[in-house]
């Protein structure tokens, strides 16, 4: 979609504005920064066709009314989240909030372990008011619709048919015998690890460091792009974490202390040294592995094209070892964001 399609399409909405202009980002979307005719900054979402397709973290079906909700939800909290200015089945305009996207923070920061940690702290803070505050009796979208047959009372079984979904893409990716022996071995992992005794959370479960804004303080000042919203276990929150923000530099085991200091003091709960949270960490950062082999397939970009063959690699040899190695898919992922290995 081009800015000018954009401008039309709000145009057609008596959305009044003076300018639109892409934001280069996002694989379900195409985004634009919108200036309004009385000078405020908006964010315009535009489907791109993927959206009725289901997330492939959690299996919910991608809809412009699941992200409504979920930003609702967010924002009664009192955590900092976009107001929806307009919305429909297509398309969604919301307020541009203020700050730096993460990773930007860092670098302006000079990618300090001090600056990195003090923000991973406030982050904390506000993932644990999050999962203190909003809990269900079920793991499920937040808007309350059915996204799985299975029972919805067992965790497992709600990744189970996240499994089931992404393997019907593997063609081209996986043999025949290897997507046989991944389904298995997460069967198997998922039906040891004890995951039907955690009250289902709130979670975000895309925390990325392009997906959220700071303040100048490292104080998060916006959550957005929050379709994939889930009830869901803590862990499907902490692994992700874990991956893009705790193993964004090498050396931040301190950064991570920092953020769980923070989760705790705003009552969050989960204990990341418990063995079955360890386990069903090192689970879902498998699984994340195999949706970014699957997701990366076609990429031709010159910066991501090799990025399928090997996040396939890594995958194949943490199912053969039983393990994640958190660091090895961050090496891969910091082509991209462009920071050093180290904080200073």
């Avoid at 985004?31 to 005719?37: P, R």
């Avoid at 300090?112 to 979208?141: H, M, P, V, W, Y």
């Amino acid at each position: 979609m081009t800015d000018k399609e954009a401008s039309e399409y709000l145009s057609s909405k008596k959305i009044r504005h003076r300018a639109t202009r892409r934001i280069p980002e996002g694989a379900n979307h195409f985004v634009f920064d919108v200036t309004l005719d009385n000078g405020e900054q908006a964010i315009a979402r535009f489907g791109s066709g993927r959206q009725r397709k289901r997330d492939s973290l959690f299996g919910g079906l991608l809809c412009r009314h699941r992200e409504e909700s979920n930003i609702n939800l967010i924002r009664g909290i009192g955590l900092p989240a976009p107001a929806v200015l307009f919305t429909s089945d297509e398309f969604m305009l919301v307020e541009k909030l203020p700050g730096l996207l993460w990773n930007e923070y860092l670098e302006k920061n000079h990618h300090t372990l001090e600056a990195c940690s003090k923000s991973l702290k406030k982050l904390g803070n506000c993932i644990g008011q999050l999962q203190r505050s909003a809990n269900a009796s079920s793991f499920g979208d937040a808007d309350g619709r059915e996204v799985s047959g299975r029972n919805r009372k067992i965790f497992a079984s709600r990744m189970l048919d996240v499994l089931e979904y992404r393997m019907r893409n593997t063609s081209g990716i996986f043999s025949k015998d290897e997507a046989v022996d991944i389904s298995h071995f997460f069967q198997t992992r998922l039906e040891t690890v004890r995951t039907d005794e955690s009250t289902p959370s709130f979670v975000m479960t895309d925390m990325h460091p392009m997906n959220f804004l700071v303040g100048e303080d490292g104080q998060p000042t916006g959550f957005f792009d929050l379709e994939t919203c889930q009830y869901a276990h803590p862990a499907l929150e902490m692994y992700g974490i874990r991956l893009f923000l705790f193993n964004y530099y090498s050396n931040t085991s301190a950064a991570e202390k920092a953020f769980f200091d923070g989760f705790m003091e705003s009552g969050g709960s989960y204990d990341p040294e418990l063995p079955g949270n360890k386990e069903l960490e090192t689970t879902l950062g498998l699984m994340r592995l195999l949706e970014l082999a699957i997701s990366y397939k076609d990429v031709d970009d010159g910066l991501r094209n090799t990025w399928s063959n090997r996040f396939k690699k890594l995958f194949l040899e943490g199912m053969a070892g039983n393990d994640m190695d958190w660091s090895g898919a961050a090496d891969i992922l910091r082509e991209k964001t462009q920071q050093p290995l180290k904080t200073l």
